[in-house]
């Protein structure tokens, strides 16, 4: 990550850092959609920074989210002083989320945003935002249609930073989680079309856990029925490609109940499973 570094000014991100805080600063009270990862965390610590009390960071309970990033959230809020609560989602509830369509996050992101604008009613919060950035908004994310329909603001995006540049200045204010891994909702790993359900993503969990304890630090877990598909970061991609490791990795997936276990030769990218989507 250390590379990213070298070609971003620090005059011009410290400026957006400033925009950023000036404009939630003019917002009031304000709710963070706040997953733990380096994009909410970041703008969890600016809205702290910026309004105090008057932001709280809220993390859906969900089965979608794995048990060790709530407790990376937790642990995150704790260090830097940030309100911090928990409100339930119920996705799982909802046919057309378990369906599995390409729309899956759109109504993810739907009852996480329907929940918070209960909170913020009953509570006087005026805004609610979360942290997409301008990187994200070329990608396919249906998410961001429910922030549109729920009007939720993305201050981050607002400011103009970048994925990396978010990183530099998370490394620069000492967050834990500017070099953090990209991460996504369990969910996410199992193929379009394949009904989401709580025993299949929390089996992606346990199997990705199991990886992460082998000492590898930026893969997925793919969820095919029978086969599982895992990806591995290329530059972590030799120490997988070996006897000894394919043996680890089939005593686990077999353990959890695949029949088949495949070792992806790509390696990992980020929305693999877009690529049977025909997004032109």
């Not at 850092?17 to 990862?37: C, D, E, H, T, Y």
């Not at 920074?49 to 642990?75: M, Q, W, Y």
């Not at 540049?165 to 500017?178: K, V, Y």
Request: with cysteine; hydrophobic share 40%.
């Amino acid at each position: 990550m250390a590379a990213l570094t070298n070609f971003i000014t620090p005059v011009a991100i410290e400026e957006k850092q400033q925009k950023l805080l000036a404009n939630l600063s003019a917002m009031g009270r304000v709710i963070v959609a706040f997953s733990g990862g380096t994009d909410s965390a970041y703008l969890a610590w600016a809205a702290n920074r910026a309004l105090g009390g008057d932001a709280v960071a809220i993390t859906a309970d969900s089965a979608s989210l794995p048990e060790s990033h709530k407790r990376d959230a937790e642990a995150f809020v704790e260090r830097f002083g940030i309100v911090h609560e928990y409100v339930e989602t119920h996705e799982f509830d909802n046919p057309a989320y378990v369906q599995n369509g390409p729309d899956r996050c759109f109504h993810c992101k739907d009852e996480l945003f329907t929940r918070l604008e209960a909170v913020g009613r009953e509570r006087g919060y005026q805004h609610i935002i979360y942290g997409v950035n301008v990187d994200d908004l070329g990608d396919y994310r249906p998410g961001q249609g429910a922030a549109t329909q729920h009007k939720v603001a993305a201050p981050l995006a607002d400011a103009g930073l970048t994925k990396a540049e978010i990183r530099e200045l998370s490394r620069l204010a000492g967050l834990p989680t500017w070099d953090r891994p990209a991460s996504a909702c369990l969910s996410s790993r199992i193929p379009y079309g394949t009904p989401v359900t709580i025993e299949n993503v929390k089996t992606v969990e346990t199997g990705e856990e199991e990886i992460k304890a082998l000492g590898f630090r930026q893969f997925r877990v793919r969820f095919h029925g029978e086969v599982v598909r895992i990806e591995i970061a290329r530059d972590e991609m030799e120490r997988a490609l070996t006897m000894e490791m394919a043996l680890r990795f089939t005593n686990i997936f077999k353990a959890l109940g695949f029949k088949y276990v495949a070792l992806d030769l790509e390696g990992y990218r980020q929305g693999s499973l877009n690529e049977v989507l025909n997004l032109k």
